[in-house]
């Protein structure tokens, strides 16, 4: 079944900012709305939900028109089948867990869905908390209650504004495999808020991306990751490719996991919950690859992959170079400085060996 498609034309001012988004998103898996804070992101995601009013415009989901500024149609928020976690929890203090959970479960019931409260507990390892008062949880706890009471009022969309962004990175990790989990779990289409890397490229399967009011770029994930242009958003430090290896085994004695991605092998820390078979998403980011003319030996790097030169971008007025590595199907790229891409005499077309350290996979950063 094709994905609906979410339309956007809004405009939107404030003192000092306007929104201006004409889009059409895919609807299916997660869509990341990502970009610098103050970038609009936010303010876009409360418009689709019916909680800020365009000045103009005109917000459609599929065949229901949402908000049409010239046909003087405005749904309002309760009224459209959308799912809003903000970044705080905002839950029910006098519920409990439980009570929290039935509060929307009793309030959605009438709707069509696939799941049933026991699943949405389930799916986020709930059951020990239920009994627990709101007070009582830890972030990430409270976040995980949230999430799922925000899955119970059974939207056909579900929009997520920067739900871990009051988190710590151990936090982070224990929450983000939930959220990875959701969209084959439930099948509902999320809209998710971040200008966090890392969490886009866990999440992602497409991203429009948003500086002052305004898109820049929107795409498959992998895609945006990899374009130079937007550096000055996604970050030059962090930019990189995405890739998705397939998992062949697991070394307990070493704590290593061990994958295939093009028919190479790699290993990165172990990853416990994975099993053979399952498929990752990794992020390569490029100031972690080195590249060698020959298979170096003696090395404590453990990822040796063969390639070749795809492509080579230097960096004007800086000492600075990227080079694209093409595997079989793969591609992603090594910063190098313009001096070792002369040393090496690297051209399009050349065989290279690409060194990637396993502890750049670690699961709690990429």
């Known amino acids: 079944m094709s994905a609906e498609l979410l339309s956007l034309r809004v405009q939107l001012s404030f003192p000092g900012f306007d929104l201006d988004v004409a889009e059409e998103l895919r609807l299916d898996g997660v869509t990341a709305l990502f970009g610098p804070s103050g970038g609009g992101k936010s303010t876009l995601l409360q418009t689709i939900a019916g909680f800020e009013t365009p000045r103009a415009g005109r917000i459609a989901l599929g065949g229901e028109i949402w908000f049409d500024s010239e046909a003087r149609v405005n749904v309002p928020a309760h009224r459209r089948p959308v799912g809003f976690m903000f970044q705080d929890a905002r839950l029910f203090g006098h519920l409990g867990v439980a009570g929290n959970l039935a509060f929307a479960d009793k309030r959605s019931r009438t709707r069509a869905a696939g799941f049933n409260r026991g699943d949405v507990i389930a799916a986020l390892d709930l059951r020990p908390l239920l009994d627990r008062s709101i007070g009582s949880l830890s972030g990430g706890e409270r976040q995980r209650v949230a999430l799922a009471r925000t899955l119970l009022t059974r939207p056909k969309l579900l929009l997520l504004d920067e739900p871990l962004s009051a988190l710590d990175l151990e ?30 490229v866990r999440l992602a399967d497409r991203v429009l991306v948003l500086a002052d009011g305004r898109p820049q770029a929107y795409g498959p994930a992998a895609a945006i990751v990899e374009r130079l242009d937007l550096q000055p958003i996604t970050g030059r430090f962090d930019a990189g490719a995405l890739v998705e290896a ?33 498929t990752i998403r990794l992020r390569i980011r490029a100031r972690d690859v080195a590249l060698a003319t020959r298979r170096p030996e003696g090395i404590s790097i453990r990822n040796v992959l063969p390639g070749a030169v795809d492509d080579i971008t230097p960096e004007p007025d800086t000492a600075f170079a990227e080079v694209y590595v093409a595997l079989r199907t793969t591609r992603f790229r090594a910063r190098l400085t313009r001096a070792a891409v002369e040393d090496l005499g690297l051209t399009k077309g050349t065989p290279v060996f690409a060194l990637i350290k396993s502890v750049t996979f670690d699961r709690r950063l990429i």
């Open 246 to 278: 397939r998992v062949t085994g697991q070394d307990e004695r070493l704590a290593l996991t061990h994958l295939d991605l093009d028919g190479e092998t790699l290993k990165m820390p172990m990853v416990g919950h994975l099993k053979p078979g399952d």
């Open 171 to 200: 936090r982070k990790a224990d929450i983000l495999p939930y959220l990875e989990d959701l969209p084959k779990r439930f099948g509902i289409p999320t809209i998710y808020v971040s200008h966090a890397l890392e969490e886009v």
